[in-house]
């Protein structure tokens, strides 16, 4: 049997299932329970998210909470997955270290953005009075939660069977649909931009979802900095108010140097 630190197996490019893993996903009706799972996991982590107000992960850890016991319970209502089960398919078992390095590396990289831009710019940097206390929710609600979700949940399910560019890029489609309320809550250019991003780092995150050993901590880790470091830095002076795009660019070109990383010779395609 498998060891729980073991990467999956893969053939031809393909993971292919065993007992840990989740079945894949190929008639309407593994479409339809995996779509509807998304949807109202998703509905329900954006409606936490604002009836709590934590826009910085104010209350994140609660936020984050609620979205993986509501993915564990998807897993068992739409796809008979005990918890246990669930847990390891969803990428919260143990990771292996090479995800976290490639993550921790091209984190540094692309905080040396910010001294960069800060000495262009001539704009001085500081940081939210608060912002320790604000970490540990970003890292729960923008970190784990979202890719528990989109990693673990929706890419990890389209993944069995498939290439990581095919799982990877049908993984794109319902990610954009279930964003699509942004602009109806956002400006039109900042709402096609936000998805924009993440429809670049897609693929990156996926690829650290995969060297990680199918789990979520190193994805987690590289969209809590992307996400979180607008929201705990103050520029002022200089150019300062033109940060965000500067990171944005940065945080959608940078994350493709893990794939200097390889995945298995057979995981290629």
């Known amino acids: 049997s498998r060891s729980r630190r073991e990467p999956p197996r893969h053939h031809a490019g393909r993971r292919v299932t065993d007992p840990a893993d989740p079945r894949p996903i190929a008639g309407r009706s593994d479409w339809l329970r995996l779509l509807v799972g998304l949807g109202l996991v998703f509905a329900l982590f954006q409606w936490c998210a604002f009836a709590l107000g934590s826009n910085r992960g104010e209350s ?11 993915l564990v319970a998807a897993q068992r209502l739409l796809f008979g997955a005990p918890p246990p089960l669930a847990l390891r398919s969803l990428g919260l078992g143990p990771p292996h270290w090479q995800g976290l ?3 921790a590396a091209t984190v540094a990289l692309l905080l ?4 960069v831009f800060a000495r262009v ?11 320790p206390w604000l970490l540990p929710g970003l890292f729960a609600q923008g970190g784990v939660a979202e890719e528990t979700l989109f990693r673990g949940y929706l890419f990890g399910r389209l993944r ?13 489609v319902p990610f954009v649909a279930v964003h699509l309320f942004l602009f109806v809550t956002m400006p039109w250019p900042i709402a096609a931009a936000a998805i924009m991003l993440s429809v670049a780092l897609a693929a990156p995150l996926a690829h650290l979802f995969e060297v990680g050993g ?14 979180g470091t607008v929201k705990i ?11 965000p795009l500067w990171w944005m660019a940065a945080s959608a070109v940078l994350p493709w140097g893990v794939f200097v990383y390889s995945r298995p010779a057979a995981d290629q395609c």
Do not use: E, Y
């Open 233 to 243: 830095l103050v520029f002022t002076g200089g150019g300062g108010a033109t940060f």
């Open 60 to 70: 994140g850890l609660l936020v984050g909470t609620v979205v993986v016991v509501a």
């Open 160 to 172: 069995v069977g498939r290439s990581f560019w095919r799982a990877a890029a049908l993984s794109t």
């Open 101 to 103: 390095f490639l993550a």
């Open 112 to 115: 040396l953005v910010i001294p």
């Open 121 to 131: 710019a001539r704009a001085d940097v500081a940081l939210l009075p608060d912002w």
């Open 214 to 227: 199918s789990t979520v901590w190193a994805p987690a880790l590289l969209h809590f900095i992307v996400q």
